[in-house]
Nanobody, 123 residues
């Protein structure tokens, strides 16, 4: 398994969760890392991406100001801190890796995907 996401759960609106993604990629330090999510009946959508160095981040408008993506290159972890959660954040969250590719919000640019972790936010 190259990417293993964890940390999901059932929370109430306004609560916080921290998702983690453990990577066993040999190319982790040169990979941009992202989080996507997929709600029932919807397309998988971009949430956030962090550059290989950690110096650049991009967020979807829907999560900007509430979510923070970070990474630990030494230990090969990626995190998604989610604050002020809303019911519309309910989805399966996936971490993804784009080795040696341009920073992108497009799914097609990501070669490796984790198995997903469920986040459910009740109102």
């Amino acid at each position: 398994v190259q990417l293993q996401a964890s940390g999901g759960g059932l929370v109430q609106a306004g609560d916080s969760l921290r998702l983690s993604c453990a990577a066993s990629l040999r190319t982790f330090s040169t990979s941009h890392m992202a989080w996507f999510r997929q709600a029932p009946g919807k397309e998988r959508e971009f949430v956030a991406v962090i550059s290989s160095s950690g110096g650049s981040t991009v967020y979807a408008d829907s999560v900007k100001g509430r979510f923070t993506i970070s990474r630990d290159n030494a230990e090969k972890w990626v995190y998604l801190q989610m604050n002020s959660l809303k019911p519309e954040d309910t989805a399966v969250y996936y971490c993804a890796a784009a080795p040696q590719r341009p920073l992108s919000i497009q799914r097609a640019m990501y070669a490796y995907w984790g198995q997903g972790t469920q986040v459910t936010v009740s109102s």
